[in-house]
């Protein structure tokens, strides 16, 4: 594949099913660039596929990994919990009925920056406004 000028590579290919550390030593091979290693080019985006939990994430981007399709955060969303900084908001919780703070005041995104965690709450429970 390296001899091949594509504009970038994709991960994938692996069952689902696997050990974690079975995961991960693929993902490694793919994107091992060290003097021993023949990983993908890291000039050039590294996708992996079909990435379902957090701990994948982080371990994946720090092996090398640019890019995934992770069903994790809509997963996660559904079920009325959201991604921050300092780790997960369950906004079904009744505590965040009245909490009209941002989701993560540190991040400046469109749904930080709009929406509150009552609102949020609000829309996880169905609670009419």
């Given amino acids: 594949m390296k001899k091949r000028t594509l504009p970038g590579y994709a991960i994938g290919g692996l069952s689902g099913g696997e050990d974690k ?20 080019p890291p000039n ?20 090398g990994v640019d890019m995934f399709d992770c ?11 959201a991604l921050v900084r300092g780790g997960l908001l369950q906004l079904k919780k009744a505590k965040f ?14 749904t930080c920056r709009d929406y509150t965690r009552a609102y949020l709450h609000t829309v996880a429970t169905r609670e009419a406004l």
């Fill in 97 to 110: 009925k009245d909490d009209f703070r941002p989701i993560d005041a540190d991040c400046d995104c469109s």
């Fill in 71 to 81: 069903v994790y955060p809509s997963r996660t969303a559904r079920f009325g919990t």
């Fill in 21 to 40: 550390n079975q995961f991960w030593r693929v993902v490694e091979q793919c994107t091992d660039n060290s003097e021993e290693g023949d990983g993908l």
């Fill in 44 to 63: 050039k985006p590294r996708y992996c596929m079909g990435v379902g939990y957090a701990m994948d994430l982080v371990v994946c981007v720090a092996l």
